[in-house]
């Protein structure tokens, strides 16, 4: 696609709830990467794919979360059993060759 | 000592006016580094890259300095379009192969009209 597409844009879920986040990114892009920033905070980085699979996983907060992607290609970020401090916006970002990461336009999760 | 560390601001300033903006990093091994702007509620979007002898985008200057580990933005002629949060980021590698940016928490600018 033309651009890294993230859906939902905005999911209000109940804590203890399961959600799925899900990130497109640029066609042909090999490299995604997922980060989020809380209010008020810097990026924070969580996960990053190379192809399918995934060398860095050091920025996942917890246990309750786990991201895939299939086919080079779409990204799944799933937080289990959410709490309310994952509350944030979380940016998926994809790049070719490690330069020149164009960013979606972002998930906000609130945990109520 | 944070990884990348920026003034928050707010620097407000007058349409017109030069402003710099500077930022430490802690990794000596960091090969990469960027300015990205963020707009408020919106995503980041990389503004320029800074190179080690530094580079000029029109208004925008961008200085390395891999000594004293320290990367500096210099806006002239501010534009109210200029407004937006200023991110400092950094990559431990360089070229195919990087992948994690570390990012600062960003400078706010507002420029008034």
């Known amino acids: 696609g033309a651009g890294v597409s993230q859906s939902p844009s905005n999911k209000v879920t109940e804590k203890g709830k399961d959600v799925e986040l899900r990130c497109d990114p640029i066609?042909?892009?090999?490299?995604l990467y997922w980060y989020r920033q809380s209010l008020g905070q810097g990026l924070e980085f969580l996960i990053y794919f190379q192809g399918n699979s995934a060398p860095d996983k050091s920025g996942l907060p917890s246990d309750r979360f786990s991201a895939e992607r299939t086919g080079g290609s779409v990204s799944t970020l799933t937080i289990q059993r959410t709490q309310q401090e994952d509350s944030a916006v979380y940016l998926c970002a994809s790049s070719l060759r490690g330069w020149g990461y164009t960013f979606g336009s972002g998930t906000r999760l609130t945990v109520v | 000592r944070k990884e990348v560390e920026q003034d928050p601001g707010p620097f407000n300033v007058p349409e017109g006016a030069t402003v710099a903006f500077n930022c430490t990093y802690s990794?000596?091994?960091?090969?990469?580094f960027f300015w990205y702007r963020q707009d408020c509620r919106k995503e980041p979007k990389l503004l320029m890259s800074?190179?080690?002898s530094g580079n000029e985008d029109g208004r925008f200057t961008a200085q390395l300095n891999r000594a004293s580990q320290y990367i500096s933005l210099l806006i002239r002629d501010s534009k109210l379009s200029d407004s937006a949060t200023y991110l400092c980021v950094v990559s431990p590698a360089s070229g195919a192969g990087s992948y994690q940016l570390t990012f600062g928490k960003g400078t706010k600018l507002s420029v008034i009209p």
């Open positions: 066609s042909g892009h090999t490299a």
């Open positions: 800074v190179y080690s």
């Open positions: 990794n000596s091994a960091s090969q990469s």
